[in-house]
Each structure stands twice: as C-alpha cells, then as structure tokens.
C-alpha cells in the first residue's frame, strides 16, 4: 500500500485490491437492462460494434461497421453481476456467448466457451460526458495490464489494449449505466481492540468500548456510538456484530509508527485470546497516543482495518470517518464561489474546489456527527437506483426527508458532461446525530453535491457545493433554499427549490435557458 491523503483528522492509504471481492457483499438485484448498440465515432463518422452472425462456429469475431438500424448483430446488452461488473450479450446471440478474452488478455471474441476465469468475461465501466463510456476488462486488471475495449482509427479491427496509445476506446452506449456499487450490507462481524505495547501500562478500555459499541441499555435516540451510528445512516441495511478485546499487550514497540506491522502484531494478539481474526470482517484497534504517529485515525481506502490512536478513540465520530474510507470514501471537498448570472450560481469550471474544506454534512469533509449523505448510502448499497433515481428531463421532483421512506426519493442524480454526477438530498434534524439546529440552511434546503467515481480503485469522492453565488470557503450558506435555483452548466439543467419541510422538500428541474 502506499500513502495517500493526509489530513488533520487521519490519513488514509490507497489500497491494493484483493483478487477477488472478498469485503463486498452480493449487489442488490437491479432491473433487467435492454439492448442497444455500441457506437464509437471516428474521423467524424460513427461505427457500431457488429458481431458476426455465422452460427456454425462456437465463437465470433466483432468488428466496426456502419450502424443499421434494428439490427441484432449490432445490439448489446451489458448485464450486471454485482460489485460494478458486467457480462456483455450480443442480442443476435442472447447469454449465450460472452464478449470476452483469454490468457495474455491480448485478443477478443463473442465465445460460448466459459473456460478460464470468470473475469475473462467480466467488465467495469467508467463513465465518461453524458452516454460516453469505456469498457474495462477485469482479467487483463488481474494481470497487471488494465485494458480497455478499443478499435484501430485506421482499420477499425476491434481488439483490447492499454489506453495511452493511437487506439480509440470511448463508447456511446444509449442505456444508462448505474453508477458504481459495493454494497457493504448485511450483519458484518468487526473485532474491535484497545491495546497497549508491552514498555506503557494499559490505558482504561472503557472510552473505546463505550464509543464503539455503546452503553448497553442505552436508547437509540441517546445511543451517539459507532455501532450504533452504521446502523442508522445505512438505514438498518448494516448490522455490525461486535466483539471487543480490552487491555491487550501487542507487544514491543517498532522503531518507527507503522501501520502494518501495528495490524500485524494486534492479529496476533487476538489469536492468543482466542479470536481470529479471519473470522471478521472489520478489525478496528486503538493504541495509546505515540509521538511518532501523525495521525489521529488511520483507514485504507478501500479496506478491512481501522486504526484511531490515543483520546481520538473516544470519539465515534473518529471510528465512522475512517470506516468510511475503508467503504471506499475519500476525503471529502467544498466548492465555492461559482459566478452570478442574473443572480443563479453557475455550478461549472469558474467555481473554486479546496480538498480540506469543512463540508457540515459529510463526515468525510470535517461533519462530525453527521451523518454519510446520500452518494454514500448508494455507494455502499444501503439505497437502491429506485431510491436514487437520475433526472433526465423537465420536472418537479420530490424529496423524502433522509432516512425517512415514504413515496417520494431519497435522492436524485443528474449525469454531468465531464463524467461526474450530481446528487441532491434534503436533510431533517433527528436523535442522536442530525442534530441541526431548526432554521440551519442544511434542513431548510436542498443540499447538493458533485460525485466522482473511481470504480478500478472501488472509490468515490464527494464535493459539497455552495449553492450561493459568489460565496466564500465558509460553507454555512450552501444549501439551495426554497425560491432559490442553482445552473449547472455541465448538464445543462437549472435546480430550483420549489418547497421544504418538515415532511420533505420539491424540486423544479429545468433545461437552462439560452
């Protein structure tokens, strides 16, 4: 692993991924998709990706050639297998035959043959401007290579290749593809340990248990513990059973603050108290506070390990932002002082984004308590597409407040040209977390957010936006108030707040006018 971002509050790694999905649960079941064809334009003119319809043989070529329409040989079908992956059908072929490659990831074809690896047959998806995709197959990733479906700009064969060369690998695909997805759902088991090094006394373990795993007892309304917390931003979609170790002696200190060899010795504690750690999911681990650590709390993004160190233990807040970037959140940004046209913020390229800015809703940016908005819960799987649906067209949209259900959204997302999504939320104070004081602008108004997906490292980053024209890095201001719009000139809709309250807000979406 190697570092990434640091940040006042922990640092988190970049980690390598395991070979296969072993911290994801099964995706939820998402609708059935159709077919449509993979276009690709070059030297002006657009191709369609074209299957040969010789039967006699077990497997075909596919090439570019000139789109007919209605033609089956030219429709495709990309169909989800969970964890942002895709087995991609021709519907001449039906799921027959499988586009896929084989050893050495240097060739494709439309095979029947199911030999191999799965993930010969598996593929990811980066979203790029609008329907603009590219089609990564995840063998060629397992072997280092990470290639991409692409065609020759001269010849237009079709073949796989690292992207950087003369090919072209850009697709447009006319069905919508879902935004990436790991869900982390169900009951997972967490090991949570407060330890010390043989050379310092133990610390009292309670603080930890207490943050952790709550006071038994304790009212869910009262109860401000990480456990407890999970439970209630994923909507009661993760359950985390607990176990906890107090006062355990890992043994001698190393000569420098490091991570793994920390991981390392507090595995081998739990093994000499008769739990191994393979039998969980998490493993969380507070230290005494050490000098030599820079940090307060430490995650890898994603990962299965949280550390937090010395009276930052005693926080949950401190236990869910780096449990966030083990589910594959990155810190958190702020985006501000987009320009004024006739008095509407113009959410595009004049805005100023900062990395560390105070974002009030996202624990991810400096939130605190609050808890992980909307793009996160669809991320982690604990909302569905059917509770986040995109907007596509004029309309007003209504909001559920967060974490209530009712009839109406839990959030939308907007497809922007430049490849990231914009999500929007509406917030009502509740025990023991949303804790907003009654007339703050965070549950009085819309809040909005610019996504960016990074679905080959399984992680997302979230930027909260100040909706105000012309506003400064302070962020009190930025939700979108009722009677107040916002343009984003990157999907060419105009958001306006229409209502909100107690029982939800309305959204009015607009094409920009000229």
């Not at 390392?264 to 681990?285: I, T």
Request: charged share 20%.
């Amino acid at each position: 692993m190697k570092p990434g971002l640091l940040a006042l509050v922990c640092v988190a790694f970049l980690a390598t991924l395991p070979p296969v999905d072993a911290f994801a649960a099964p995706a939820p079941s998402l609708p059935e998709a159709g077919y449509a064809p993979l276009k690709m334009t070059i030297g002006g003119e657009t191709r369609c990706l074209t299957a040969d319809g010789d039967e006699t043989k077990s497997w075909q070529y596919v090439a570019l050639k000139a789109c007919e329409d209605g033609s089956r040989l030219q429709n495709w079908k990309l169909k989800s297998i969970g964890n942002a992956r895709y087995f991609i059908f021709n519907e001449y072929f039906g799921e027959k035959r499988y586009l896929r490659t084989y050893s050495k990831a240097s060739s494709i074809a439309l095979d029947s043959d199911t030999s191999g690896y799965s993930t010969m047959r598996s593929w990811e998806v980066s979203n790029g401007a609008l329907n603009d995709i590219r089609l990564w197959n995840v063998y060629s990733r397992d072997i280092g290579q990470w290639k991409t479906l692409d065609a020759d700009p001269q010849s237009q064969s079709v073949g796989i290749s690292i992207p950087g060369g003369t090919r072209v690998d850009v697709w447009q695909y006319g069905i919508d593809m879902p935004t990436p997805q790991f869900p982390v759902a169900g009951t997972r088991k967490i090991l949570v340990m407060a330890t010390h090094f043989s050379d310092e006394t133990s610390a009292d373990s309670a603080p930890v248990r207490d943050t952790v795993l709550g006071v038994f007892g304790t009212p869910y309304y009262e109860d401000r513990s990480a456990r407890n917390y999970l439970m209630q931003a994923s909507g009661e979609r993760l359950t985390p059973n607990m176990d906890f170790l107090d006062e355990v002696d890992i043994g001698e200190r190393p000569d420098a603050c490091n991570a793994s060899q920390i991981l390392s010795a507090a595995r081998d504690a739990a093994r000499h108290r008769e739990k191994n750690p393979q039998d969980y999911d998490y493993l969380f681990v507070s230290i005494r506070q050490w000098r030599q650590c820079p940090w307060v709390g430490l995650a890898s993004v994603p990962g299965n390990w949280v550390l937090a160190q010395g009276s930052s233990a005693h926080k949950f807040w401190t236990w869910t932002h780096e449990f966030g970037h083990a589910l594959g959140f990155h810190h958190a940004r702020i985006l501000y002082g987009c320009p004024p046209r006739d008095g509407v913020a113009q959410l595009g390229g004049d805005c100023t984004t900062y990395n560390y800015g105070k974002a009030p809703t996202d624990p991810m940016g400096g939130g605190g308590a609050s808890m992980f908005p909307v793009a996160y819960q669809h991320f982690a799987g604990w909302l569905s597409d059917a509770d986040v649906p995109w907007i596509k067209h004029d309309g007003t949209y209504k909001l559920d407040p967060l974490w209530r259900r009712g009839s109406a959204a839990q959030g939308y997302r907007i497809r922007r040209s430049d490849g990231s999504v914009l999500f929007v939320e509406f917030r009502r104070p509740s025990q023991p977390f949303e804790t907003w004081w009654g007339a703050s602008p965070y549950v009085s108004g819309v809040t909005v957010y610019v996504v960016n997906y990074a679905p080959k490292a399984r992680s997302m980053t979230s930027t909260l936006v100040n909706t105000t024209p012309g506003s400064g890095r302070s962020m009190g201001d930025a939700p979108l108030l009722p009677n107040h719009s916002l343009d984003d000139t990157l999907s060419g809709m105009r958001l306006t707040v229409t209502l909100a309250h107690n029982d939800g807000a309305e959204l009015k979406v607009e094409k920009l006018p000229k």
